[in-house]
């Protein structure tokens, strides 16, 4: 078997010089010769081309990802935004006044979470979303 596959590529070795030969034959007419330089040409300028957009999209591609960093953290600035609070009474306020903010929410997560209003005849404000209880 080893032998069958040596002889086959043996001869296909063989037809690809003599296919070989043959194309340098035909490039030795001057003619042909100069019509094969002018299509290498036109394929270096195509090549060339094709290089200088893909470093175009690749720029771009480059400042997109910029620009979508910034707006990422833009987003996540207006999400969390830096303000100063204040605690007092149990609770924290913003600087100026606006509050009932969640201690643990806010110490744990950074979320500005308003607590609930007690009900009437209760004296427990409570946060929405981790149910601590405040007096």
Do not use: H
């Not at 175009?56 to 833009?74: A, C, P």
């Not at 996540?76 to 009932?100: A, C, M």
């Not at 979320?111 to 004296?123: A, C, D, H, S, Y």
């Amino acid at each position: 078997m080893d032998a069958l596959k040596l002889i086959t590529a043996g001869k296909s070795a063989l037809d690809g010089i003599k296919l070989l030969n043959q194309y340098a034959e035909e490039i030795k007419d001057t003619q042909k010769r100069g019509e094969f330089m002018r299509i290498i040409g036109q394929l270096s300028i195509e090549l060339a081309e094709t290089q200088m957009k893909l470093a175009e999209q690749i720029q771009d591609s480059i400042e997109n990802k910029q620009k979508i960093k910034v707006l990422e953290d833009e987003i996540e600035q207006l999400k969390n935004p830096n303000v100063k609070v204040i605690w007092k009474n149990g609770l924290y306020y913003k600087e100026n006044g606006d509050g009932g903010y969640c201690t643990g929410c806010y110490d744990n997560n950074k979320k500005l979470i308003r607590v609930t209003e007690p009900l009437p005849g209760f004296k427990l404000y409570q946060c929405p979303v981790c149910q601590s209880t405040y007096k």
